[in-house]
């Protein structure tokens, strides 16, 4: 199991910026691969971004293309999710989360999560 805490979020309007820090502990977070998952009020979890373990492969939730990026450091046991031209609809509570990869990637797939951090973006 990897423990798990999120930093990071906050009120921003929209246009701008926030980057989300999740600190991971435990010996097998570098073998894992981290995702970032979102629950806007009375929605599902809903996927945003993954990387696999060396950092060679990501992946983003169309929503979130080219504008989020999921950077991670297997030395600081650290994964980042940086939120660029924030939108409204990006609002949410944002997990960070750690597991095994397997086909079209979903919540099932990782089996330690954060407790959430909040962003909300003003229009």
């Known amino acids: 199991q990897v423990q798990l805490v999120e930093s990071g979020g906050g009120l921003v309007q929209a246009g701008g910026s926030l980057r989300l820090s999740c600190a991971a502990s435990?010996?097998?977070?570098?073998?894992?691969?981290m995702g970032w998952f979102r629950q806007a009020p009375g929605k599902e979890r809903e996927f945003v971004a993954a990387i696999n373990w060396s950092g060679s492969l990501k992946y983003y939730a169309d929503s979130v293309k080219g504008r989020f990026t999921i950077p991670r450091d297997n030395f600081d046991n650290m994964v980042y999710l940086q939120m660029n031209v924030l939108k409204p609809e990006d609002t949410a509570l944002y997990y960070c989360?750690?597991?095994?990869?397997?086909?079209?990637?979903?919540?099932?797939?990782?089996?330690?999560w954060g407790q959430g951090t909040q962003v909300t973006v003003s229009s």
């Open positions: 989360a750690a597991g095994y990869l397997s086909g079209n990637i979903k919540a099932a797939d990782f089996g330690s």
């Open positions: 435990g010996r097998t977070f570098s073998s894992q691969a």
